[in-house]
């Protein structure tokens, strides 16, 4: 018999997981439990800085080359061709996954009323189910209490004639800041010269209502002379920024295993490279002794860092635009692109962080 693994939560890290480890562990018998039923597939869009230091699971939908910043009072364009910006469609990841880990003999168990998490096994309604290695890859946002949400709403659109330029993304033109959203910007996803994603997304107390961004999209169109499209679907969502350290007891794994990084809410490449070194751990029967040690994805000092920037956003949240605006702006361009894409070693960032308003920064370093 193979080694067993049961895996609690079916989404990007728990399947990411079983493909990876499935790769590595030869003979491996995987089953993962979910509380939500296999279909629909999640709705979302993944973007992330590839710097092709993990292989991708499934192929990218479309990479930039170039990735645009601007403000009131800014606008500048970076090559970002060593780390492209990467978007995979959330259907076509899940899709492919599923497929590819069920053809392989994973056994995926839907629409549970409730799965536990325990020494060694899962139980998920009808007693507990033992296992040589147990990974807790569940994630509930509404659960969480992050410093910060990240809401945002955004509309795939199409122009009756060529509009976009698809070789550069604006990753963020930003707004102004209120005190329920410091942040608040909105993102321009070009595919091709007609389709785009257009995105308004804030750091907020709480999470904002679709309508509410949509309107923001359409106003935000409106003004850069984006007339005359049609709207193919919208999405939606929320990201919790700045969440307690993972507690002990399970191995954990994805964005409630510290693979969400607090500053971006980018999760999707971080958690590519934890569950790769989590099965690697596993294929060297280190298994067991994840719990005990859990792997750490980002660096102390970032995670510290990232806390101290959300923090100064929620203390100060009319300086919002001002923070985010002085780094983008100023910020050297090659280590921009490694700080966001989480990727960054300590004296990158020390560049980037030292582009932020350093009063504002310390006074939350000094008075929380
Ligand atoms: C709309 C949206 C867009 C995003 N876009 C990006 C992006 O562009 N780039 C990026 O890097 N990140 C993005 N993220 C953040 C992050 O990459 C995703 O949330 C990603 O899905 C996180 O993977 P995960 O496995 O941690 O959580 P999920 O993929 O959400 O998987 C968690 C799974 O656990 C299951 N579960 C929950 N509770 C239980 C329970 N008690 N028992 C069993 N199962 C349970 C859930 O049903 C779910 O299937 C986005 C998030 C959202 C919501």
């Not at 569940?138 to 209490?145: D, Q, T």
Request: hydrophobic share 45%.
């Amino acid at each position: 018999m193979g080694l067993s693994i049961g895996i609690r939560g079916a989404g990007v890290a728990g399947l990411s997981l079983a493909h990876e480890i499935l790769q590595a562990v030869p003979g491996a018998e995987i089953s993962l439990f979910d509380v939500r039923e296999r279909l629909p597939h999640p709705a979302r869009t993944f973007c992330f800085f590839d710097s092709g230091v993990s292989p991708l699971p499934v192929e990218a939908d479309h990479s930039w080359s170039r990735v645009a910043f601007s403000g009131p009072e800014f606008s500048r364009s970076l090559r970002c061709d060593t780390a492209p910006y990467t978007l995979i469609r959330g259907d076509r990841f899940f899709g492919a996954m599923l497929r590819e880990v069920e053809s392989r003999g994973a056994r995926c168990v839907w629409g549970c009323a409730r799965v536990d998490v325990q020494e060694g096994g899962i139980s998920a309604g009808s007693g507990t189910e033992r296992f040589d290695v147990v990974v807790d890859a569940a994630f509930s946002p509404n659960e969480s209490r992050p410093i910060l949400w990240q809401s945002f709403a955004g509309m795939w659109v199409e122009a009756g004639e060529d509009r976009f330029n698809p070789n550069e993304a604006l990753l963020m033109d930003l707004g102004s800041s209120s005190n329920e959203s410091p942040v608040s910007f909105v993102y321009l996803l070009p595919v091709s010269a007609r389709r785009a994603l257009i995105e308004h997304t804030t750091f907020s107390r709480a999470l904002q209502p679709a309508p509410w961004h949509l309107a923001q999209c359409a106003r935000w169109a409106e003004g850069a002379g984006l007339t005359g499209f049609s709207v193919l679907e919208t999405e939606q969502g929320g990201i919790p920024m700045g969440l307690p350290a993972p507690s002990g007891g399970s191995a954990r794994a994805g964005s409630g295993g510290g693979a969400l990084r607090a500053s971006t809410g980018y999760a999707f490449a971080s958690i590519q490279r934890q569950v790769r070194a989590m099965a690697l751990e596993i294929a060297r029967g280190a298994g067991r002794d994840l719990a005990a040690r859990p792997m750490r994805v980002f660096p102390r000092w970032m995670e510290l860092g990232d806390a101290v920037f959300l923090r100064t956003l929620a203390r100060a949240p009319e300086q919002g635009s001002v923070v985010m605006g002085r780094f983008l702006s100023r910020a050297p361009e090659r280590e921009l692109v490694s700080f966001l894409s989480g990727e960054a070693g300590l004296w990158a960032a020390l560049k980037v962080m030292a582009c932020m308003p350093k009063a504002a920064m310390l006074r939350t370093l000094c008075w929380g």
